[in-house]
Protein backbone atom coordinates (compact mmCIF):
# COMPACT_ATOMS: atom_id res chain seq x y z
CA UNK A 1 0.00 0.00 0.00
CA UNK A 2 1.24 3.37 -0.69
CA UNK A 3 1.81 6.10 2.32
CA UNK A 4 -0.27 9.08 0.91
CA UNK A 5 1.84 10.98 3.69
CA UNK A 6 4.60 11.73 0.99
CA UNK A 7 1.78 11.55 -1.99
CA UNK A 8 0.25 14.28 -3.37
CA UNK A 9 -2.65 14.63 -5.44
CA UNK A 10 -3.13 18.16 -7.82
CA UNK A 11 -6.53 17.16 -7.56
CA UNK A 12 -7.38 20.33 -9.47
CA UNK A 13 -5.26 19.39 -12.17
CA UNK A 14 -7.16 16.22 -12.62
CA UNK A 15 -10.62 17.59 -12.10
CA UNK A 16 -9.32 19.82 -15.06
CA UNK A 17 -8.16 16.88 -17.33
CA UNK A 18 -11.39 14.45 -16.69
CA UNK A 19 -13.71 16.58 -18.87
CA UNK A 20 -11.69 17.61 -21.63
CA UNK A 21 -10.53 14.12 -22.06
CA UNK A 22 -14.08 12.17 -21.87
CA UNK A 23 -15.75 15.18 -23.81
CA UNK A 24 -12.71 14.89 -26.77
CA UNK A 25 -13.22 10.82 -26.83
CA UNK A 26 -17.13 11.18 -26.75
CA UNK A 27 -17.26 13.78 -29.92
CA UNK A 28 -14.35 11.85 -31.70
CA UNK A 29 -15.97 9.06 -31.29
CA UNK A 30 -19.42 10.23 -32.25
CA UNK A 31 -18.34 11.90 -35.06
CA UNK A 32 -16.11 8.67 -36.38
CA UNK A 33 -18.93 6.01 -36.39
CA UNK A 34 -21.95 8.59 -37.30
CA UNK A 35 -23.66 8.10 -33.64
CA UNK A 36 -26.42 9.74 -32.34
CA UNK A 37 -25.76 12.20 -29.87
CA UNK A 38 -27.32 11.15 -26.91
CA UNK A 39 -27.40 13.32 -23.53
CA UNK A 40 -25.13 12.34 -20.72
CA UNK A 41 -27.77 11.72 -18.06
CA UNK A 42 -29.23 8.91 -20.83
CA UNK A 43 -25.59 7.36 -20.71
CA UNK A 44 -25.85 7.05 -17.12
CA UNK A 45 -29.02 5.28 -17.19
CA UNK A 46 -27.87 3.06 -20.33
CA UNK A 47 -24.60 1.99 -18.63
CA UNK A 48 -26.66 0.95 -15.19
CA UNK A 49 -28.64 -1.15 -17.85
CA UNK A 50 -26.17 -3.59 -19.69
CA UNK A 51 -27.59 -6.45 -21.94
CA UNK A 52 -29.90 -8.78 -19.94
CA UNK A 53 -30.23 -5.83 -17.08
CA UNK A 54 -33.75 -5.52 -15.65
CA UNK A 55 -34.29 -3.00 -13.04
CA UNK A 56 -36.86 -0.77 -11.39
CA UNK A 57 -37.05 3.03 -12.15
CA UNK A 58 -36.33 3.05 -8.30
CA UNK A 59 -33.67 0.60 -8.32
CA UNK A 60 -31.93 2.70 -10.95
CA UNK A 61 -32.30 6.02 -9.10
CA UNK A 62 -30.56 4.97 -6.04
CA UNK A 63 -28.12 3.13 -8.17
CA UNK A 64 -27.25 6.29 -10.28
CA UNK A 65 -27.56 8.85 -7.52
CA UNK A 66 -31.11 10.46 -8.72
CA UNK A 67 -33.90 12.08 -7.44
CA UNK A 68 -36.77 9.22 -8.47
CA UNK A 69 -38.86 12.15 -10.17
CA UNK A 70 -35.65 12.57 -12.07
CA UNK A 71 -35.44 8.91 -12.85
CA UNK A 72 -38.87 8.95 -14.05
CA UNK A 73 -38.41 12.41 -16.93
CA UNK A 74 -35.27 10.47 -17.77
CA UNK A 75 -37.02 7.28 -18.59
CA UNK A 76 -40.00 8.89 -20.35
CA UNK A 77 -37.82 10.83 -22.72
CA UNK A 78 -35.44 7.97 -23.08
CA UNK A 79 -38.37 6.00 -24.23
CA UNK A 80 -39.95 7.96 -26.73
CA UNK A 81 -36.06 8.06 -28.33
CA UNK A 82 -36.49 4.43 -28.51
CA UNK A 83 -33.72 3.67 -25.82
CA UNK A 84 -35.58 1.99 -22.91
CA UNK A 85 -38.79 -0.38 -22.50
CA UNK A 86 -40.70 -0.16 -19.77
CA UNK A 87 -43.02 -3.34 -19.16
CA UNK A 88 -44.88 -4.41 -16.18
CA UNK A 89 -43.00 -7.56 -14.04
CA UNK A 90 -44.12 -10.81 -14.80
CA UNK A 91 -44.13 -11.15 -10.63
CA UNK A 92 -46.27 -8.29 -9.89
CA UNK A 93 -48.53 -6.44 -12.48
CA UNK A 94 -47.98 -2.96 -9.85
CA UNK A 95 -44.63 -3.00 -10.51
CA UNK A 96 -42.70 -1.55 -13.68
CA UNK A 97 -39.08 -3.11 -15.03
CA UNK A 98 -37.01 -1.04 -16.81
CA UNK A 99 -34.35 -2.74 -20.02
CA UNK A 100 -32.36 -1.06 -22.45
CA UNK A 101 -33.96 -1.62 -25.94
CA UNK A 102 -32.17 -3.60 -28.72
CA UNK A 103 -31.14 -0.09 -30.61
CA UNK A 104 -29.66 1.46 -27.25
CA UNK A 105 -27.41 -1.96 -27.15
CA UNK A 106 -26.11 -1.80 -30.84
CA UNK A 107 -25.08 2.10 -30.17
CA UNK A 108 -23.53 1.21 -27.29
CA UNK A 109 -21.58 -1.54 -28.71
CA UNK A 110 -20.38 0.47 -31.39
CA UNK A 111 -19.33 3.47 -29.00
CA UNK A 112 -17.64 1.15 -26.88
CA UNK A 113 -15.78 -1.03 -29.73
CA UNK A 114 -14.61 2.80 -31.13
CA UNK A 115 -13.76 4.42 -28.49
CA UNK A 116 -11.70 1.65 -27.48
CA UNK A 117 -10.08 1.73 -30.38
CA UNK A 118 -9.66 5.60 -30.66
CA UNK A 119 -7.89 5.46 -27.00
CA UNK A 120 -5.69 2.83 -28.04
CA UNK A 121 -4.50 4.75 -31.29
CA UNK A 122 -4.00 7.51 -29.33
CA UNK A 123 -2.26 5.64 -26.17
CA UNK A 124 0.05 4.20 -29.05
CA UNK A 125 1.96 7.45 -29.83
CA UNK A 126 2.80 7.93 -25.92
CA UNK A 127 5.95 7.09 -24.61
CA UNK A 128 6.06 3.60 -22.64
CA UNK A 129 6.52 5.18 -19.43
CA UNK A 130 3.03 7.15 -20.10
CA UNK A 131 1.53 3.82 -21.41
CA UNK A 132 2.63 1.56 -18.08
CA UNK A 133 1.54 5.03 -16.12
CA UNK A 134 -2.08 4.99 -17.47
CA UNK A 135 -2.20 1.45 -17.12
CA UNK A 136 -1.46 1.12 -13.44
CA UNK A 137 -3.92 3.99 -12.86
CA UNK A 138 -6.95 2.28 -14.27
CA UNK A 139 -7.67 0.58 -10.94
CA UNK A 140 -7.00 3.60 -8.90
CA UNK A 141 -9.87 5.77 -11.41
CA UNK A 142 -12.55 2.90 -11.17
CA UNK A 143 -12.14 3.12 -7.59
CA UNK A 144 -12.23 6.63 -7.43
CA UNK A 145 -14.73 6.45 -9.35
CA UNK A 146 -16.77 4.18 -7.07
CA UNK A 147 -16.20 6.86 -4.28
CA UNK A 148 -17.59 9.76 -5.90
CA UNK A 149 -20.50 8.03 -6.71
CA UNK A 150 -21.12 6.66 -3.11
CA UNK A 151 -20.69 10.13 -1.78
CA UNK A 152 -23.37 11.16 -4.72
CA UNK A 153 -25.61 8.36 -3.01
CA UNK A 154 -25.28 9.57 0.37
CA UNK A 155 -25.66 13.16 -0.23
CA UNK A 156 -29.07 12.12 -2.03
CA UNK A 157 -30.32 10.22 0.99
CA UNK A 158 -29.53 12.85 3.08
CA UNK A 159 -31.41 15.79 1.08
CA UNK A 160 -34.27 12.81 1.18
CA UNK A 161 -33.91 12.12 4.50
CA UNK A 162 -34.28 15.87 5.53
CA UNK A 163 -37.26 16.44 2.55
CA UNK A 164 -39.19 13.38 4.24
Known amino acids: MTDVSHTTLDSRRLAALISPIRRNLLALTRETEGLPDVPDSQVEVLRALPRGTVSTPSELARRLGLRKSTMSNLL ?6 GLVVRRPSPDDRRRVEVLASAHALSIFESFDAASALLLAEAAATLHADDL ?15 ALADRRRDAL ?5 AAG
Open 76 to 81: TAMEAA
Open 132 to 146: AALAAAVPALERLRD
Open 157 to 161: DALDG
